[in-house]
């Protein structure tokens, strides 16, 4: 009887141990799972990306911020070639035709480095632009809305994590900022565009937009507006904010718009103004004629799910929000404890 339960004893221990590492071994696998749904799903609002036909090329956190010290720009000397995606000799057609009243200097992505922190050459965020005018991003956005073909194309190399190959082939296009601003109050700016912008109209944005410029004769190695160079003129010419005005400027975000292979950078500041002493400073603002209305949300849940869920068929206010809005507000309220850590 006692060798009976001896031996009993003995393959219950192997049982339980094989179980045991069955278990640690399915915990691992499971973890695995999680952590590669997080890296493509950072639903911090569960909001993706993805489901506005953005796609990332790095993104920064509170823990592993962006500063102005950690970026280089550079300028191409020469343009990529784009023939993988476009037929030059209808681009070019599009881009005259675009060029009678929509012209104006530019900048495209063709290469970058991420800053990784693991080693030398990943403590900074190395990207090179190639100057270009309105007129050809326009082209291109309009030969990709009249080649669906190529937009998907486009979408699965960038799903693919080919980003890199593709901003070394990519069409003339440009390079946008939205920036977020949050008052101490915690309520973020809403901006309606007016009727006089070429695209959006009327919809609601969080915060000003703008886009980078870049002389098309410019020098390479010359000293040109950056990442935090357009933030700072984005601020001051569409709201009439000069840095005084507000903290250190936040990047957290840069990637693609598949559908126009544009370039999206989402930012954030916190203004030291009175919400009324900032709408002063717009009414005073370079840009005033691309807003149609403004005013001043709460940046808490229940505001921002009403936006995310509603943003294309109205909020609980009847608001109509650009596709860019939601993830806009996902990324302010990811980093909004860094923004409010500042002096």
Known sequence: MALTSEALSFVGGVVTGLLTNVIWDQRSRLRRSMNKLRKHHPDILGFSSFSVDLYPINQWTISHPLRQRNVKMSIAAERPSAQLWLDGS?????AQEFAEGNGGDTAYLTDFVIDHRESPRGQVFHYTVAPCDYSEYLATA?????HPEIQTRIRKTLMAEQTLEFARTSP??????NVAILNRDDHFLAVQRSGAVYSKKGLWTVGPNETMKLARHATPGARA????GLTERCLREEVGLEPSDYGEISISWIGYEAGTASVKIFAQVVT???AAELIDHMGMSHSLFE???ATWLPLNRRTLMDIILKWKSGDSAGRIWSSSAPFALQELWRMRRALHSEP
Not at 142 to 146: A, D, F, G, I
Not at 172 to 177: A, D, E, H
């Open 142 to 146: 309009h030969y990709l809305e009249t």
């Open 291 to 293: 807003m149609q209305d």
């Open 90 to 94: 209808e681009w070019s057609h599009l």
């Open 225 to 228: 507006e950056d990442l935090f």
């Open 172 to 177: 003339p296009s440009l390079i946008k900022v």
């Open 272 to 274: 030291t103004l009175t």
